[in-house]
């Protein structure tokens, strides 16, 4: 049997990590976790219930219950074989596309700076592993989630490079966004994702890093199978 191989990639809003993640998920046949799709589903949650959302001067001191309304929140990811990808479920309605609203982008940084919702999907990522090999992309995977990840990938950009990608990304979606909206959600994601005090988004010290600000998708992906088979050639050494 295969040793268990969990692959963590972090880094800064819309580097393409999730794209490099699902190549890798589909060319090694690991199974893929997103987890800032967790982190949205949870927003959406959130909002459609009108629970209050705290900004990051108050999150320290804000007093709400957010343990009771986490016990409402079920989220789960099902193959779709049309994407060849799994979908994320909140309370086991699809909300695959309903998630990547500006909306929830303006919103998921706020409520991801929230310690029992960190908390209690740091534990539902872990649990992910229980099943075997896995590829995970977000922000704290390779600090937090999984500490002692085989390897762990540090992706970056150049800001306007990543706004602009994001951008085109949402027009192809048919989602109504102006570029200037996506450039100040980038920007303002990027300072709140390093600045919240629960685990925030750091490289951690043995990832390697990856700026893909101009490096091709195939090369990217070509890249990290490069460091995977290092990793496995270093296993192999050290029996
Ligand atoms: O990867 P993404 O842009 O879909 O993530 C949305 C937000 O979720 C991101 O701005 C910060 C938060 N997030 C997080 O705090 N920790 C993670 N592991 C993944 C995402």
Do not use: W
């Not at 967790?38 to 320290?60: D, K």
């Not at 002692?148 to 990304?169: G, S, T």
């Not at 100040?184 to 893909?212: C, F, M, Q, W």
């Amino acid at each position: 049997m295969q040793p268990k191989l969990i692959i963590a990639i972090d880094g800064y809003s819309s580097c393409g990590k999730s794209t490099v993640a699902k190549a890798l998920a589909k060319k090694l046949q690991l199974h893929y976790i997103d987890s800032g799709a967790m982190y949205r589903a949870v927003t959406l949650y959130f909002l459609e219930n009108y629970i209050p959302i705290p900004g990051p001067e108050e999150v320290h001191d804000f007093v709400y219950d957010f343990e009771k309304v986490l016990d409402e929140v079920h989220i789960s990811f099902q193959f779709n074989p049309d994407s060849g990808f799994s979908e994320v479920y909140l309370n086991d309605k699809n909300v695959e596309l309903e998630i990547r609203s500006m909306l929830i982008s303006e919103n998921v940084s706020h409520v991801s700076s929230i310690k029992a919702v960190r908390d209690r999907l740091v534990a539902l990522q872990q649990m992910a592993a229980d099943s075997g090999s896995l590829v995970m992309d977000g922000r704290d995977i390779g600090t937090t989630v999984f500490p002692n990840a085989d390897l762990k990938i540090f992706m970056k950009a150049d800001p306007m490079v990543r706004a602009n990608r994001r951008y085109k990304e949402m027009q192809d979606k048919g989602i109504e966004v102006t570029l200037e909206e996506v450039i100040n959600n980038v920007v303002g994601r990027d300072y709140e994702d390093t600045h919240r005090d629960e685990s925030p988004l750091r490289k951690a010290v043995d990832a390697v890093v990856l700026d893909n600000t101009h490096i091709s998708q195939e090369d990217q992906v070509e890249f990290v199978l490069n460091e995977i088979q290092k990793v496995k050639n270093q296993a192999k050494s050290s029996i």
